[in-house]
Nanobody
């Protein structure tokens, strides 16, 4: 069983940047796709970005394309989400998630693609 711990959340002004980190422990995640989701107050959790086990392919929600970048360091067992040009409506709890199918070749964006989840980190974007 993998444990995921997110960090890097906080308060930022609109237009600012934040970098989220997700450290995995319990098993290596280097063979699994990883993702970021977020849940705003009163809304359902939504897909933000995902990355293949190799890091060779990344996928983004349309709303964050060009502003967010997902990356991974398989040596450190860590996934990152660099967020730029943040908007107030992106205030949410951001969750890291890990897949369970080794060397998955598809594009993972559904919650069901990610059986393991972290506790989340709060990102608040002020106007």
């Amino acid at each position: 069983q993998v444990q995921l711990v997110e960090s890097g959340g906080g308060l930022v002004q609109a237009g600012g940047s934040l970098r989220l980190s997700c450290v995995a422990s319990g098993r290596t995640v280097s063979r699994y796709h990883m993702g970021w989701f977020r849940q705003a107050p009163g809304k359902e959790r939504e897909f933000v970005a995902s990355i293949k086990w190799s890091g060779s392919s990344t996928y983004y929600a349309d709303s964050v394309k060009g502003r967010f970048t997902i990356s991974r360091d398989n040596v450190k067992n860590t996934v990152y989400l660099q967020m730029s040009s943040l908007r107030t409506e992106e205030t949410a709890v951001y969750y890291c998630a890990a897949g369970a199918v080794q060397y998955y070749s598809g594009s993972a964006s559904r919650e069901s693609d990610f059986p393991s989840w972290g506790q989340g980190t709060q990102v608040t974007v002020s106007s």
